[in-house]
């Protein structure tokens, strides 16, 4: 399977983080940060967003609202938009899995429409840009699945270019993950 996640920092102009009380309850937390790293995972409510992926052909077009379009390769994984807190850091974090039979993705045009983050309601163009790395996950005890984890080095939002890049953050069996570090004006 191809892999294509990204944590997003947004801060706006000032420096305080955007997503930090984009959810309140922690009601969905997962810890799977373990040790005695301050963090969790929540998914978020899907009434603060709406968001759609769109994909090179022959791949897919995803969105979370109302419905998830079926691509001609076979249905993608779709995760939900979830903020992840790591030490200090508030992130957005949005995957998608492809199968192995669909070409390497290198672009991915995200429309994001969040007024919790963006101060507005209108749609929001992010573009991220990847490159491949193989690694393998354990899915199951004694059997190993190759996975092909896609890095970003590039991300855009509403064409303006930010710095992303590979932390050792220790999330899910990954061993890096590609942060954007996102300023917004507002």
Not at 8 to 22: M, P, Q, T, V
Not at 169 to 181: E, I, L, N, P
């Amino acid at each position: 399977m191809r892999t294509y996640s990204i944590f997003i920092s947004f801060k706006d102009a000032s420096g305080k983080n955007i997503l930090e009380n984009i959810t309140n309850d922690h009601s969905g937390e997962v810890n799977h940060l373990g040790g005695d790293r301050n963090g969790w995972t929540e998914i978020i409510d899907s009434e603060l967003y709406k968001y759609e992926a769109i994909l090179p052909e022959p791949c897919f077009k995803i969105t979370t609202s109302p419905v998830i379009t079926t691509p001609p390769v076979g249905p993608p994984k779709v995760h939900p938009l979830y903020v992840t807190k790591y030490e200090d850091y508030y992130l957005l974090e949005i995957g998608h899995t492809s199968s192995n039979t669909c070409l390497p993705i290198h672009t991915i045009k995200h429309i994001l429409t969040c007024s919790h983050i963006f101060g507005d309601n209108a749609e929001h163009t992010l573009v991220s840009y990847w490159h491949p790395r193989i690694g393998l996950v354990n899915c199951l005890p004694f059997k190993f699945e190759s996975v092909i984890f896609n890095n970003c080095y590039r991300i855009t939002v509403d064409g303006k270019e930010f710095s992303v890049t590979q932390e050792p953050f220790r999330f899910y069996s990954w061993d890096t993950v590609s942060v954007a570090w996102v300023v917004l004006d507002n």
